[in-house]
């Protein structure tokens, strides 16, 4: 398995209702495995293709900068960017 660099991410708000964290996503980076503990809302800020690691295996997740999408705790994956371009977007979870 090939070593990635990490994604990075910026802490945004973090307070009793919500957490806002900015992602971004330089070219071969990752997040590394992680499992969602809150029901979180995705904002693509660009447009791109993330392939996600998943323990069912790898789908293609297309990004479209401005198209939001949710998904419920407990999603488990590792978050991959196999472009050639800078993905960034921003989540925000909902405690």
Known sequence: MMK?????STLQID????RV??????PGSE?????????YVVVP???????LETP????NSNLTAGVSYTRLMGVEHNVINDSDQ????IEV???
Do not use: C, Q, Y
């Open 31 to 39: 997040t590394g495995w992680h499992r969602h503990a809150m029901d």
């Open 15 to 18: 307070n009793k209702r919500v």
């Open 21 to 26: 964290t900015e992602w971004r996503f330089p």
């Open 86 to 89: 800078e993905i960034v977007f």
């Open 56 to 59: 069912e295996g790898m789908i």
């Open 4 to 8: 990635r660099l990490p994604a990075s």
């Open 93 to 95: 979870e909902f405690r």
């Open 45 to 51: 800020m660009t447009s791109g293709t993330l392939l």
